[in-house]
């Protein structure tokens, strides 16, 4: 069975030419190759913690962690100070629905999802000296911090 194809071109005096052709005078060919299978998607990969734990800083939140009625502990920030922001821990039974949870070496801490922007890419720290014991974050995404180093700005 032949079929009739028509080619139109445009001759170069600007005219269109019409050019009927018997589709037999063509080299028959089969059916496409079939499409390829795609590709498995590759699994994602774990993304970074938004924070992270120095190992002085596990022990210690072992230790709170572990007594009898064992709570959780949430980041946050508070306004307050000269700069603006002040860190906040304060103990929860469970998380909020938006906090973001850290987990390393077994510990769990909640950061409040509030202080998420403030918050992330810092390292929690254990600081024990002559006068105190606390936390202290090394934060950089600080911008501004007073003088004492109570509060910042981002």
Request: proline share 8%; aromatic share 8%.
């Amino acid at each position: 069975m032949t079929t009739a194809v028509l080619f139109r071109r445009f001759m170069s005096s600007g005219t269109l030419q019409a050019t009927k052709v018997a589709s037999s005078t063509f080299p028959q060919t089969s059916a496409p190759p079939p499409l390829s299978t795609p590709k498995p998607r590759s699994k994602l990969r774990p993304r970074k913690a938004a924070m992270s734990l120095t190992p002085a800083a596990l022990y210690q939140l072992r230790r709170i962690l572990s007594e009898p009625e064992p709570k959780l502990i949430r980041v946050g920030v508070k306004n307050r100070g000269c700069s603006g922001l002040a860190y906040h821990l304060e103990y929860v039974e469970k998380p909020g629905s938006f906090d973001e949870t850290v987990e390393q070496d077994g510990v769990k801490v909640l950061i409040d999802s509030k202080a998420l922007f403030s918050i992330i890419g810092s390292e929690m720290d254990w600081v024990e000296d002559k006068l105190n014991q606390r936390f202290v974050f090394r934060n950089p995404n600080i911008k501004e911090q007073c003088g004492c180093g109570e509060s910042f700005m981002v």
